[in-house]
């Protein structure tokens, strides 16, 4: 039963022409019929059709690439008596990501040498494991299993907020699908991102695929965990959007710190860790958390309101343009540092003090010369030695001259 949703949708898509380029004589040697995808998530997808020419075919190829990776690939199929091509992927050995795109067409190349090519077909791998329910609004849609239509309103309710708080933030990218998938445990959701090959995370945003994963329980802590999941894998799908390819190369503090300021809920234990760990000296470098964040859970918290906390004193200081033309400048390549240095106009290391003395409080001057005391007194000493053999030696040197 859970095939149908597929065969359905792709025979739906069969009409239309899906923007890769087609060979010009691809209609006019074959006809290809009883297009269909049949998946058991995290097991195969069977691709399947019928393929008819008038010249007799000498073999016939399954292609196709999703939207992930972007990887064509190709496969021989034989062709059955009557016209018939069947492949089945092994999602097992070659992981598709959940709700991955899939573009796929066959070729042929018919026994007189001409090569010659199908349709496009597009198809979603959906985890059908559950039956989803849908809501949408223009270009958002929310798609959930459990919870009433209610639950529906409210997910679409609060990721409209939170695209408003992210077009807030960000230049509003030119309007594309975008997709939110609540899972009603994060058990479910753990098991299709493992189906998928990808690392457990409390949510996931795919920005290339345009594609959110959450697990949201229907019931009284709804609202919150909407709030606070929903706007910030957004946003990384918007910046994504905002800044293209080289999203990948955002130092993780800009990237989190973008997502983790859209939140609608803010969180009320980051300003308490950044507090604490001003006064204890234990505050992470800004500089350190270019790579990646600290595998450490409580490091890994504290990493998140630093990044928060200093992505908004970027914006207030520099105002929106100023955050984006940083994004633009890590986007083009530029490392951690320089970054700032072409965009903001000064140093990381210094926007870090500033950011301390001016959100935390922190007297980083006055720290510092505190800290260099000793050394100070020191120094000073060292200085004095000179003067004090000078002053001894000035009579002998009087009488000399
Ligand atoms: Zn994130």
Not at 171 to 195: E, G, I, K
Not at 373 to 378: A, E, Q, R, S
Request: proline share 5%; net charge negative; hydrophobic share 45%.
């Amino acid at each position: 039963m859970r095939h149908f949703a597929l065969v359905a949708l792709v025979i739906v898509m069969a009409a239309l022409l899906l923007g890769l380029p087609q060979q010009a004589r691809a209609q006019s040697g074959i006809e290809v019929t009883d297009v269909g995808v049949f998946d058991d998530f995290g097991q195969h997808v069977t691709f399947q059709g019928r393929i008819r020419s008038s010249v007799p075919i000498a073999s016939a190829t399954l292609v196709f690439s999703d939207n992930y990776d972007e990887i064509v690939r190709r496969f021989p199929v034989n062709i059955g008596e009557d016209g018939v091509v069947t492949y089945r992927y092994d999602v097992v050995q070659n992981v598709l990501r959940p709700f991955v795109t899939i573009t796929f067409w066959f070729e042929v190349i018919l026994q007189n040498g001409e090569t010659l090519r199908s349709d496009n077909y597009r198809v979603q791998y959906v985890d059908d494991r559950f039956t989803w329910q849908q809501q949408m609004d223009g270009s958002l849609r929310v798609h959930w299993y459990e919870g009433e239509a209610a639950f529906g309103d409210a997910l679409l309710e609060v990721t409209r907020r939170s695209l408003n708080a992210v077009n807030a933030l960000l230049p509003p990218p030119p309007d594309a699908p975008l997709d939110v998938y609540v899972y009603a445990s994060t058990t479910d959701l753990q098991s299709a991102l493992f189906l998928g090959g990808e690392d457990w995370q409390g949510g996931h945003a795919n920005p290339k695929m345009g594609v959110v994963l959450l697990a949201i329980t229907p019931g009284p802590g709804q609202s919150i965990e909407m709030e606070t999941l929903i706007p910030h894998e957004l946003a990384h799908v918007m910046l994504y959007r905002s800044v293209g390819e080289g999203y990948g190369s955002l130092p993780v503090w800009l990237n989190e710190g973008i997502a983790s300021s859209v939140e609608l809920y803010p969180n009320p234990d980051y300003d308490q860790a950044l507090i604490t760990a001003s006064r204890n000296g234990s505050l992470l470098a800004i500089a350190d958390l270019c790579d990646a964040f600290p595998l450490d859970a409580s490091r890994a918290f504290l990493a998140y309101a630093e990044s928060q906390s200093f992505v908004r004193f970027l914006r207030d200081t520099y105002g929106t343009p100023g955050l984006f033309s940083l994004a633009s400048a890590y986007a083009d390549g530029l490392s951690c540092d320089q970054g700032v240095v072409r965009a903001l106009g000064t140093s990381l290391v210094s926007l870090d003090t500033r950011w301390r003395e001016s959100v935390l409080g922190e007297n980083v001057a006055g720290v510092f010369l505190r800290n260099m005391f000793p050394y100070l007194g020191l120094f000073v000493f060292m200085l004095l030695i000179p003067l004090i053999g000078f002053f001894q030696r000035r009579p002998a040197d009087g009488r000399a001259r």
